[in-house]
């Protein structure tokens, strides 16, 4: 756990940076110069061999399609039907995976530092950063669970997830910790929330 977060988070030069784990999968490091924290994508459980299941049942369906194809012959009805299904599967192939690596290598970090706030989703190294003003955002709260098919469909277990808690900056929200357990969203929630009034004075 202190290896990923000190992958994000150099150690100040101002005095000694303190890592502590929430839990497994959350740990925050606290300096005077900035403070940071970080929640890796990984899970435990019946999840993730449940994800290498499906992710090798699409691969056999899709291979299968493609080589009874060929028997199919070249009518343009049931080629139009075979390229849509194609379609489908691929983009599903693509979130499948997506996900697999999320929560193989997938990390969430926010880092309070100065005037600004960092957020930055990664998959390992790769990932974009993205700054905000630390005078535009708000105690963070528990995500109010939605309706729909939508928010069904991205926190379902072919997918990254959506995030636990919410943050919000400005005239938007970000959605932090994904698959966070209620017990791990509330230990985040206090930590920034506390951390957030020191630094901000809010």
Do not use: C
């Not at 784990?21 to 900035?34: A, K």
């Not at 996900?99 to 970090?109: D, I, L, Y």
């Amino acid at each position: 756990m202190k290896n990923s977060i000190e992958k994000y988070s150099k150690m100040s030069s101002k005095g000694t940076a303190i890592v502590k784990e929430l839990s497994y999968r959350t740990s925050f490091l606290d300096s005077e110069e900035r403070w940071s924290l970080v929640i890796l994508g990984k899970e435990t459980g019946n999840r993730p061999m449940l994800r290498y299941a499906w992710l090798v049942a699409w691969l056999v369906i899709g291979v299968a399609v493609v080589m009874e194809a060929d028997r199919l012959g070249s009518d343009e009805d049931i080629r139009m039907i075979l390229m849509v299904f194609m379609a489908f599967w691929a983009y599903y192939l693509f979130k499948i995976i997506r996900a697999v690596r999320w929560h193989q290598v997938g990390k969430e970090m926010l880092m309070m530092k100065g005037d600004l706030l960092l957020h930055k989703n990664s998959y390992g190294e790769i990932g974009r950063t993205r700054e905000y003003d630390l005078s535009m955002v708000r105690a963070m709260s528990m995500r109010q669970p939605t309706e729909g098919f939508a928010s069904l469909f991205e926190d379902s277990f072919w997918s990254n997830g959506i995030g636990s808690v919410e943050l919000p900056i400005a005239a938007h929200s970000l959605l932090i910790g994904k698959r966070l357990s209620e017990k791990e969203s509330e230990q985040v929630i206090a930590k920034f929330n506390k951390e957030l009034k020191k630094r901000a004075g809010k």
